[in-house]
């Protein structure tokens, strides 16, 4: 395959934004849209599923408590939020009682709409997936996804 010379293609932050999104939805899998009590169409019953339990602490807002940690370089502060990350050690996982594999991502820019104006953009992602103990004690397979 020969490279062609003066052939430029262009991602557009849009595009790029939207492909992110469906990657990590997909990602995300069964817990996006959990499955409840019913049957299949095969006879046989679904599973509820049954939800991990959040780490203890996390970031207290005005009106409640979420269950994160900022792990990164402490030295970085994000710009729209104002939070300054937590260290290296800090853990990823949003879930006690998790063995597996853990991404976080943070993205900062801005964004103009189709209207002209212009928006501040701030996200932190993250994509888990691994082993937990439910919050009904059984030992659970599960694919993550924190938008």
Same mark, same amino acid.
């Given at each position: 395959?020969?490279?062609? &010379?003066? +052939?430029? &293609? %262009?991602l &557009?932050?849009?595009?790029?934004?939207?492909?992110?999104?469906?990657?990590?939805?997909?990602?995300?899998?069964?817990?996006?849209?959990?499955?409840?009590?019913?049957?299949? &169409?095969?006879?046989? +019953?679904?599973?509820?599923?049954?939800?991990?339990?959040?780490?203890?602490?996390?970031?207290?807002?005005?009106?409640?408590?979420?269950?994160?940690?900022?792990?990164? #370089?402490?030295?970085?502060?994000?710009?729209?939020s104002?939070?300054?990350?937590?260290?290296? #050690?800090?853990?990823?996982?949003?879930?006690?009682? +998790?063995?597996?594999?853990?991404?976080?991502?943070?993205?900062?820019?801005? %964004?103009?709409?189709?209207?002209?104006?212009?928006?501040?953009?701030?996200?932190?992602?993250?994509?888990?997936?691994?082993?937990?103990?439910?919050? #009904?004690?059984?030992?659970?397979?599960?694919?993550?996804?924190?938008?």
């Open positions: 395959m020969e490279l062609q &010379s003066g +052939r430029v &293609s %262009a &557009s932050r849009r595009t790029f934004v939207k492909g992110a999104a469906v990657a990590v939805a997909g990602a995300s899998g069964s817990l996006a849209w959990p499955a409840g009590a019913g049957a299949r &169409s095969d006879g046989e +019953r679904l599973q509820t599923v049954v939800p991990p339990t959040p780490i203890p602490g996390g970031i207290q807002t005005p009106t409640r408590q979420i269950h994160v940690w900022l792990p990164g #370089d402490p030295a970085v502060t994000l710009p729209f104002g939070n300054t990350l937590m260290g290296f #050690d800090v853990d990823p996982s949003t879930i006690t009682d +998790r063995r597996g594999f853990s991404a976080v991502a943070y993205h900062a820019g801005s %964004a103009t709409g189709s209207d002209g104006a212009t928006y501040n953009l701030e996200t932190d992602i993250r994509a888990y997936q691994g082993t937990y103990i439910a919050s #009904d004690g059984i030992q659970r397979f599960g694919k993550f996804a924190l938008i």
